[in-house]
C-alpha cells in the first residue's frame, strides 16, 4: 500500500461546480499536510497547507481528518483555470522528508 | 525574486552515457531537494541537503547516482551510466529554515534515455 493515495480522476466539471478530492495517508505519525497544484509539464507549486481546525483561502478548503487519516481538498466554483493536477502532500513529525501522492487530475469545461 | 533555476530544460541521451542536471535555489535557501517524478506519479524524493550536507540521501541509487552542493549553493546530480527506466522529470526544490514547510520547485529537467 502506497503511503499516500489519491484517486487519480479525472475530474470532468462544468464551471461553477462544486468539486471535491480526498488523500489517504497510512502514516499515523504524519503531522504535516499539504496541497499543491501541478499544471501540465510544470512544476508543482503550494496551493495550501492543510491544519487541523481546517483552512480556507477564497474558493478553497482543505480539511483534515487525523481519525480516519485523510485530508480534502474542496473548489467552489470551478474556474477553467482550475484544470490542473492536485497533489497531496504529508510529513512526518520531526521529519523534512515530504511524500506526495501521485496527483488528481482535474478538467473544468466551459 | 528569482526562483529555482534548473538546466538543461530538456536532455536527451541513449543508455549507458552520463548526465548531469545543473541546479540554482532561490537565494537564501539553505534547504535543497532533488526529486525526480515519473508519468502519472508525484515527486520522489531523492536527496536533501542543509547547505552542503546531504542529511537525507536513502532513496538515491548510489550505484550509478551522485550528487553534490558545492559551497551549499549551487547542486548538481549526475547519473552515470544513465538507463531507459532513469527517463523522468528531475525536479529541484529548495525552502529556506524560516518556512521549512514551503518548498519552491523548479521548472525541472525531463530526460528521455533512449
Known amino acids: 500500500r502506497k503511503e499516500v493515495e489519491q484517486d487519480p480522476g479525472p475530474f470532468n466539471v462544468p464551471e461553477g461546480a462544486t468539486v471535491a478530492f480526498n488523500c489517504t495517508y497510512s502514516n499515523s505519525a504524519s503531522q504535516s499536510f499539504f496541497w499543491y497544484r501541478q499544471d501540465c509539464r510544470k512544476e508543482p507549486k503550494l496551493l495550501m497547507s492543510v491544519y487541523s481546525s481546517g483552512n480556507e483561502d477564497g474558493r478553497f478548503t482543505a480539511q483534515l481528518n487525523r481519525a480516519s487519516q485523510y485530508i480534502s481538498l474542496l473548489i467552489r466554483d470551478s474556474k477553467l483555470s482550475d484544470s490542473a493536477t492536485y497533489l497531496c502532500?504529508?510529513?512526518?513529525?520531526?521529519?523534512?522528508?515530504?511524500?506526495f501522492g501521485a496527483g488528481t487530475r482535474l478538467f473544468v469545461k466551459a | 525574486e528569482a526562483g529555482v533555476v534548473q538546466s538543461p530544460r530538456y536532455k536527451i541521451i541513449e543508455k549507458k552515457q552520463p548526465v548531469a542536471f545543473w541546479c540554482n535555489p532561490i537565494s537564501g535557501h539553505n534547504t535543497l531537494y532533488w526529486y525526480r517524478q515519473n508519468l502519472g506519479q508525484g515527486p520522489e524524493l531523492l536527496i536533501r541537503?542543509?547547505?552542503?550536507?546531504?542529511?537525507?540521501d536513502s532513496q538515491l541509487p548510489k550505484d550509478r547516482f551522485s550528487a553534490e552542493r558545492l559551497k551549499g549553493v549551487d547542486s548538481t546530480l549526475k547519473i552515470q551510466p544513465a538507463e531507459l527506466g532513469d527517463s523522468a522529470v528531475y525536479l529541484c526544490?529548495?525552502?529556506?529554515?524560516?518556512?521549512?514547510?514551503?518548498?519552491?520547485f523548479g521548472p525541472g529537467t525531463r530526460l528521455t534515455v533512449l
Open positions: 541537503y542543509e547547505n552542503e550536507e546531504a542529511v537525507d
Open positions: 526544490a529548495s525552502s529556506s529554515f524560516r518556512s521549512v514547510n514551503e518548498q519552491f
Open positions: 502532500a504529508v510529513k512526518k513529525t520531526g521529519g523534512f522528508k515530504t511524500i
